[in-house]
């Protein structure tokens, strides 16, 4: 005897229900939505999970409010899970209510309980209570995310406006990455219109421009594809958890030892003569295909994930080429936060250091470089993860202490190439500042070019080595020290109050 014709009602129920929820906005919302040349919500998952793979949580959330304004679940990346969330714009402006809100707590739960990675796509406009009114003691989904922070890798992209309550979603995670389309602010216009009198655009309260320059928002894409591609990317280097290694990438003709000769011509052993960094991560990595972190802000340091031998790398880089390679503030804040991400996940760091130090100057002062500094130090000195230094030419003061320039602070490796110098300052400004004649001056230019051998002779380098050797010496290095790794890992502990 066969039941099934007793769950009929019920299932259409049920099905009703769900159509209603798949239905978002409805077709005018979503035309419109997708006439502005952005991906609805539900088009945004399917293009950043592998295809079939998705699977949805609290769909009947919100009632006739159609998965409350958030479509959540999880799905695979590159056959990793990954928990999901895309707010949906259509549907009452993306806004957060109750239902919402605790569906946001859930997916960060459920990232960390699963110890798997967390995306959130956001396009909303904050929480939907009417003035005055309070959710009480209904769990925030930021309490939850907070807790992923150095657990489970975070990530966020903003492909429209997000304000408020939302908005604070982007800067809690460890990586964001905005469309053209994207604003993100704490109020939106009308609020900013009404409270200061201020006539605005969300793109100048906002936009890309703004967001890129504060540093509020770490990349940018052509569109919503293009980003939604680079959050794969993004996560194609990190482990799921700080519970398992990074994975490393298949067979690879390009992961193997090879001289890198092309160094002799792109880095002058004139320590006055710029070069472009990026041509050096081109000739030392697997590939040239690196992706850079944060491109547009604090463009005296290159932040990057690469590959050596297969293994993912977090690469820290001084850009002769912005600042003569000095470390200014955004420099050094960028550099912490990304110091401090690839540790919580167990990435090598590769510091390639030539600067001439930290910015000096009044605007470099009021803009707070020793904090941001001693904010990098910070972070650079606590790492557990294996730390790898080359000096190609130049690292003085403390410039050279926050690119991992130190005896005894943990490193795997460090080399630097003969004639690198180093010490308090450069040759000519201790001239100046000593007030030292033509001839002293060539002396201590002397002196300072013999400073690599001097330093190699007590041991302040492992070793010299010819630029043509950087590769093969950071991939040795790199081979013995990842034979560490003979524990399971864990999360980092860190006791340092950051500065």
Not at 185 to 195: I, M, N, Q, R, Y
Not at 392 to 408: E, I, P
Not at 475 to 490: C, D, F, N, V
Request: proline letters at 6%; glycine letters at 12%; hydrophobic letters at 40%.
């Amino acid at each position: 005897m066969t039941h099934a014709h007793e769950w009929k009602v019920s299932l259409e129920n049920l099905d009703r229900r769900r159509q209603n929820s798949y239905a978002m906005g409805g077709p005018e919302r979503l035309a419109k939505h997708r006439g502005q040349g952005k991906l609805d919500a539900r088009a945004r998952l399917a293009h950043l999970l592998d295809p079939g793979t998705f699977q949805e949580f609290g769909t009947l959330v919100g009632g006739d409010i159609a998965a409350d304004g958030i479509v959540t679940g999880s799905g695979m990346i590159t056959g990793t899970p990954v928990m999901v969330g895309a707010e949906d714009f259509t549907t009452y402006a993306g806004s957060i209510g109750p239902g919402g809100n605790a569906k946001r707590y859930r997916l960060a739960e459920l990232a960390l309980r699963n110890k798997i990675p967390l995306v959130m796509l956001l396009e909303g406009a904050g929480f939907r209570a009417a003035a005055g009114e309070h959710y009480g003691r209904t769990p925030t989904d930021l309490i939850a995310q907070a807790r992923c922070s150095g657990h489970v890798p975070t990530i966020s992209a903003v492909l429209g406006a997000s304000a408020g309550h939302g908005a604070l979603v982007a800067p809690v995670c460890d990586f964001t990455i905005m469309s053209p389309q994207g604003a993100i602010f704490t109020a939106g216009p009308p609020v900013v219109k009404e409270s200061t009198g201020e006539d605005i655009t969300k793109e100048e309260l906002g936009g890309p421009a703004v967001a890129l320059a504060s540093g509020v928002i770490h990349n940018f894409g052509a569109n919503d594809e293009a980003v939604l591609d680079d959050i794969r990317r993004y996560l194609s280097y990190f482990p799921p958890s700080a519970w398992s290694y990074p994975p490393t990438a298949g067979p690879d003709d390009s992961a193997g030892p090879r001289a890198t000769p092309e160094l002799l011509d792109i880095v002058s052993r004139d320590n006055r003569k710029i070069y472009n960094m990026r041509a050096v991560l081109d000739a030392v990595f697997d590939r040239t295909d690196w992706f850079e972190v944060q491109p547009e802000f604090g463009r005296a340091i290159i932040c990057a994930l690469a590959h050596l031998g297969g293994h993912p790398v977090a690469v820290v880089a001084n850009q002769p080429q912005v600042l003569a390679g000095s470390v200014d503030a955004d420099a050094a804040d960028k550099a912490a936060h990304f110091i401090t991400v690839a540790d919580s996940f167990h990435l090598p760091i590769v510091f390639l250091a030539d600067n001439p130090g930290m910015l000096p100057g009044s605007r470099s002062e009021r803009a707070g470089v020793l904090r941001s500094g001693a904010r990098m130090f910070a972070a650079q000195t606590t790492a557990t993860t294996l730390k790898l230094h080359v000096t190609l030419r130049k690292a003085f003061g403390f410039g050279s202490m926050v690119m991992s320039l130190l005896g005894f602070d943990g490193q795997g490796a460090t080399f630097a190439y003969p004639g690198a110098t180093m010490g308090a300052m450069g040759a000519a400004a201790l001239s100046r500042a000593s007030h030292a004649g033509g001839d002293v001056a060539e002396v201590l230019k002397q002196m300072e070019l013999e400073a690599s051998y001097r330093s190699a002779g007590h041991l302040g380098f492992d070793e010299l080595i010819a630029p043509d050797e950087t590769r093969n010496a950071l991939l040795a290095a790199l081979q013995q020290g990842i034979y560490s790794r003979q524990s399971a890992p864990e999360p980092v502990s860190r006791t340092l109050i950051m500065p």
